[in-house]
């Protein structure tokens, strides 16, 4: 898909694969929303790129994601494609969960985008059409004990994005879902811990992560995509990976 001048708002770019995926953007001639909370990276990575506002945003509050649309709209003249792609990690036992904190995972991934999209479906229907893709995770669709909270949200954004997929279809408006593969970043630091979350180095056997290049290659590949659910790698490479590392701990 030829990017030149086409609008695009990233959500989570001040860092990992958001931040590889406006860099991408803006490399192919984008012009990129940032939108992540205030802080030097993303006031840096503005400075960095070619055609790129940084705009502060709390996608967990509902008036800080109006105000980024239509900042974004204000500023470029149009939205082309919305790429909700924020995010954090919650590890530990439904038992224990701290509700506070799945609260404010289901609004960042739940609810944010959704009042993002709701902000910019007027824009793109009058447009004639335009992109969503949200994030989602693996994890969406397999049972793994101690990331409950966690798979909820990105389950319910999954479910979220489908049905959009459909109501919107008449608008030449594309929904779709994005599935990234284990990926090189700070989101492992970042994560909630509780109660019964997975030791840590228990993921030993998983395969190596990919790079927020290819996984940004991979997301921004799919704004030229009409497929409802897109993964960064397939099961094989998943089930290969692992056979891989046990082997290689045996040697």
């Known amino acids: 898909m030829n990017l030149q001048n086409k609008v695009v708002i990233v959500t989570g770019a001040s860092s ?13 001639g984008a012009k990129v929303a940032l939108v992540a909370p205030d802080s030097p990276a993303l006031r840096q990575a503005a400075k ?14 509902e008036a800080s994601v109006k105000a980024m649309v239509k900042e974004v709209y204000e500023h470029f003249g149009r939205i082309d494609a919305l790429l909700n792609n924020a995010g954090k990690g919650y590890e530990g036992s439904l038992e224990f969960v701290d509700t506070d904190k799945f609260l404010y995972l289901f609004k960042l991934h739940v609810i944010g985008p959704l009042i993002a999209m709701q902000a910019v479906i007027p824009i793109m229907r009058k447009q004639g059409g335009g992109r969503i893709i949200n994030t ?34 008449k608008d030449n408006i594309i929904v779709s879902v994005f599935y990234p ?9 970042n994560v909630f811990r509780g109660p019964g979350a997975p030791a840590q180095g228990s993921n030993r056997n998983l395969p190596d992560p990919d790079s927020p290049d290819y996984t940004a290659s991979r997301l921004v590949a799919a704004i030229g995509s009409d497929k409802k659910e897109i993964t960064a790698r397939g099961l094989l490479y998943f089930v290969y990976g692992v056979i891989k590392k046990k082997l290689l701990s045996k040697s």
């Open 16 to 28: 990992g694969i958001g931040l590889a995926t406006a860099k991408l953007l803006d490399g192919q």
């Open 48 to 61: 960095e790129l070619k055609n790129a506002t940084a705009i502060p945003t709390d996608m967990t509050e």
């Open 136 to 169: 989602s995770s693996p994890t969406a669709k397999i049972i793994l004990p101690g990331l409950g909270a966690y798979s909820a949200t990105k389950t319910a954004l999954r479910y979220m994005t489908l049905v959009s997929r459909a109501e919107l279809a």
């Open 181 to 189: 593969f284990i990926t090189s970043s700070n989101f492992g630091k």
